[in-house]
């Protein structure tokens, strides 16, 4: 279930946010501590104004409620709240026995036991929840995994406590994981807001949607990507999309990441059939991979990791995603000469991508080391980036690598004083904004260009096809352009 947690000041706020949200959520849980003291009083009439069940809640301030109110008072108020047809109400695990739990269990309003932590994933939560359960209860715990060790630690409650009714959220950026992939840990529920207003918190629309988290059976497979940051990736919604159009069952996860050694244990345990790798992480997993192709040897990176038979398996798919929207004119010889700026991991994967079709290649770069080490092992040429001037009107294709240009600094162009012929082919790797000051400057002189987000489609689609054995559906948005 999808529960939409209503944080208005007032009733009818909170009603909007429901029939804004109805068509995503399953229940919605009514959070007293943000209402107004009037519309605390009028709570009881809530459940009979929407059609789906609610919780009643209460928060404290030292649980993150919003409001200082002594502990009398509160209850006096969820006692009167209580009048009304709630289907469960939260009671936190240190509450003695009161008139709220006498009046809830009175009236079969069922009780979830919760626990909250914002500090860390407490070292004995599997017998905290088991205690929070003892009376017949839903134990409810909402902690703070502190790195993916302790996402790891949340996934194993289901098998900890199987037959357990229980509410399992990993708050902050790791949690993320832990509430699109709830049903996997056996967790009753998932909380959505109305809109992302804090880190970790996921949309009741994306989880719906995008993610189809209330899809998830035992059946389901579990993909996704790794990195540090990884939140914002655009690839969840690019998979996701596409597993949907061919009814695969299966959901792709942004995983934030600190170790990998902690996500290869995780991914052995969920049985993770395949996960995307960023920065920046692209070199770190190929020492647990039992397979790997050719270019992962020869360009030492590895951006797609996938199941078979015993092993993990490396590929590369950003060579390719790389070459393919420039791969016509490589082969009808528009293309033979081009410059790289930039030489860390893309330039390497793109560069020996270039060579490997046999365009002759000068690798620019600030630091002159790094694009020395590239040129070495893939035979070409290379420079200061500060000469780039002197390739002016000799190149057939320009292809830009580094982070300059990338949002927000939207305004810098890495080869500033160079100019454009109308002839060179341009390609910028970034997508974030697809227009970048050196494409818009190429465009201005008539160059041809070529965007970030043409890579990472193709790139994306290759992995599809390693995740799922299918084509990337071509009548699906992926999201990407
Ligand atoms: P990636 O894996 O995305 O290629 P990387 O390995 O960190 O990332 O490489 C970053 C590239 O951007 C390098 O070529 C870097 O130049 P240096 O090798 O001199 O560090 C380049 N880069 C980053 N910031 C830059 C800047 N302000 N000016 C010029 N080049 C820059």
Known sequence: MICLTLSGSTLSDDLRAVKE???????????????????????????????????????????????????????????????????????????????????????????IRSLHDFEKVPEDIYSKLYHLSEKGDIAKVAVTPRSFQDVFTLFRVEEELKGVDKIVIGMGEYGVATRILYKKLGSMLTFASSNEVAPGQISAKELKLEYRADHVNDRTAIYGIIGNPVLHSASPRMHNRGFKAINFNAIYVPFLVDSVRSFFMFAEYMKIRGFSVTVPFKVDVLSYLGNVTREVKQIGSCNTVVRVPGMWKGINTDYYGFIKPIMADIDSGRIKTALVIGAGGASHAIVWALRNYGVKVTILNRTLSRAETIARINLCDYDSIENASRYEGSVDLIVQTTSVGLYPEVDQNPIEAFHFSGNEIVYDIIYKPKMTKLLSEAEKAGCKLHYGSEMLLEQGKLQFEAFTGYHYPHWVDSGLE
């Open 21 to 111: 949200n109805r068509e995503y959520i399953d229940m919605c849980e009514l959070r007293l501590d943000f209402l107004t003291e009037d519309e605390q009083k009028r709570a009881s009439i809530f459940p009979s104004l929407v059609d789906l069940p609610v919780i009643l809640t209460f928060r404290r301030l030292q649980d993150g409620g919003c409001l200082n109110i002594s502990e009398k008072s509160r209850r006096a108020i969820l006692v009167s709240a209580l009048d009304g047809d709630f289907k469960y109400v939260d009671i936190e695990e240190d509450v003695k026995r009161s008139e709220v739990e006498d009046k809830a269990r009175e009236k079969g309003v069922r009780i």
